[in-house]
């Protein structure tokens, strides 16, 4: 359940807003005063502020410029003061809307959401982590191409990268050498299957402790090879 701070001084206005924010399924708290919200807002976890502009102690610009040096979640901003050089000081100090009062509760939840799925989109867009295969002490990292063995990494050719992680992926599953130089090489062998060969012998030398007794990408005499798990 998303979590909301309110921080207004006027109660009437503050439980009004908490009534129709928790009939819309958010999770509301609210602090009546700029410095116990400043607090609140540092000190927790939230996913939207809704800051009033004129608050005891410290006022809304300075909750707002305070919370904004720690902190990215959105912030909107509430005021009955309608000059716009207030507007543009508060958008300036870094919230994300500004409502004039009054104002109807439903306008104030439509806002909500729309912020709140703004800031939830951007927030996926930047947690996309990277597409990783881990097998026993060796680690792919397919979207930036590198290669840990044993939390040692390791340069790799484009084609041993390709050739290891396809293997990788595919584990337990035997391939023929025709196989794998169509897969990775993205032709029919035409005598030229020897280069499979020639790249598992380099892979191994980086990944295997003992080349001999290969412990990760095993012979299938006669047939081919497989990647053990």
Known sequence: ???????????????LEKDYLELSGFQVEIENTGDKGLAKAMNQEFDLI?????????DGFEVCRKIREEKNIPILMVSAKKDDIDKIRGLGLGADDYMT?????????????????RYNRLVSSKQKTNDIVEIRGIRIDKTARRVWVNGEEK????????L?????????????KEELF???????????????????KKIREKIEF????PQYIETIWGVGYRFKI
Request: net charge negative; no cysteine.
């Open 101 to 117: 009062k009054p104002f109807s509760p439903s306008e104030l939840v439509a806002r909500v959401k729309a912020h709140m799925a």
């Open 155 to 162: 340069a790799f050719t484009t084609k041993e990268f390709d």
């Open 50 to 58: 809704i800051l009033d502009l004129m608050l005891p102690g410290i």
């Open 182 to 200: 169509r897969e990775i090489w993205d032709m029919d062998s035409v005598g030229d299957i020897a280069t499979v060969t020639v790249h598992i």
């Open 1 to 15: 359940m998303s979590k909301i701070l309110i921080i207004e001084d006027e109660e009437a206005i503050a439980d």
């Open 164 to 176: 290891l992680t396809f293997l990788a992926e595919n584990p337990n599953h035997v391939f023929t």
């Open 210 to 213: 003992d080349t001999a007794k």
